[in-house]
């Protein structure tokens, strides 16, 4: 990762000098809507919120635990959760608000695709990954978003960007190093799980020539649910052994920096690019056609 934030640095160094060269009128959006591809990429830090824990022996049930606030904290306490996700997206968007003469301007954003998603849980006093899943580009991928902007005049402009996206899943093929299989047992997983996350950007904007950079705090919330089932099987008389894990995940964070830029290649044709750093990373970069 930090050739990637090498490289995106001195990407936006580059743009910032060719910027400075740009003597063409700031960059507008299509009249009518625009399609493109686009590219999203979240690293985060995650925490338990919740977790409970119902127990079935052969046939019989043991119940239902639920961790207590204070069990929650202390497993946070030595445990990293990391959760990563790449998506490819194709998209669609048009101006809500974009009337002559207005300086407010409406976007929105509908982009569908495919996710690969990689958890992984490590524990830190017993220096062993308990948990690691990563999955193909398989997963189901949805993003919604608006660009709320205000042109204060041609150079300087204030936006406010809400974006919301959602991931989903059901996996097999899982490591655990936690739950290890009893004597005499065969053992299988599946995880079934869904991540939605929400973030909002309030950033000031600077046009000049056919770019327009943006600056500005980040605040977003995620949710990770997940329903873990494991089986063993008494491969002697086929008593079954069934544990169900309901957890809920978070992040340890909810702010960051933000820089975007817009570049106008051509008439019809743009590109943008915006990154979030903080205790966590979020990167999202597309090429729109605009008709």
């Known amino acids: 990762m930090k050739k990637t934030y090498l490289l995106l640095l001195a990407s936006l160094i580059t743009v910032c000098a060719l910027a400075q060269e740009q003597t063409q009128e700031p960059v507008k959006t299509g009249k009518n809507f625009f399609v493109g591809i686009s590219y999203f990429y979240t690293s985060l830090d995650m925490k338990l919120q919740d977790m409970s824990i119902h127990t079935m022996w052969a046939g019989l049930d043991m119940g239902k635990y639920d961790l207590s606030e204070s069990e929650i904290d ?68 949805l993003g919604l978003g ?14 406010l960007r809400p974006v919301f996206s959602a991931t989903m899943g059901k996996d097999s093929e899982v490591t655990d190093n936690i739950n290890l299989v009893p004597e005499n047992f065969t053992q299988t997983f599946e995880d079934n799980y869904h991540t939605f996350y929400e973030r909002v950007s309030l950033l000031g904007s600077f046009s000049t020539g056919n770019f327009r950079l943006f600056a500005g705090p980040g605040f977003y919330w995620i949710n990770s649910k997940h329903q873990y089932n494991i089986e063993q099987t008494n491969i002697n008389n086929g008593d079954l052994i069934q544990d169900e894990i309901i957890s809920n995940g978070i992040s340890r964070s909810f702010i960051d920096g933000n820089v975007a830029l817009e570049w106008k290649i051509t008439a019809p044709l743009s590109f943008y690019a915006h990154v979030a750093m903080g205790g966590d990373i979020f990167i999202n970069s597309g090429i729109h056609y605009n008709f």
């Open 74 to 141: 202390e497993i946070n306490s030595f445990t990293e959760r990391t959760a990563t996700t790449n998506s490819i997206c194709a998209e669609a968007g048009m101006p809500l608000l974009n009337k002559a003469g207005s300086p407010w301007r409406i976007d929105g954003t509908l982009s569908i695709g495919v996710a690969q998603i990689q958890k992984t849980t490590y524990n830190q006093n017993s220096g062993i990954e308990e948990y690691k899943h990563t999955s193909g580009f398989s997963n189901p991928f």
């Open 146 to 159: 608006f660009n709320i902007a205000y042109q204060i005049d041609p150079k300087w402009g204030l936006e």
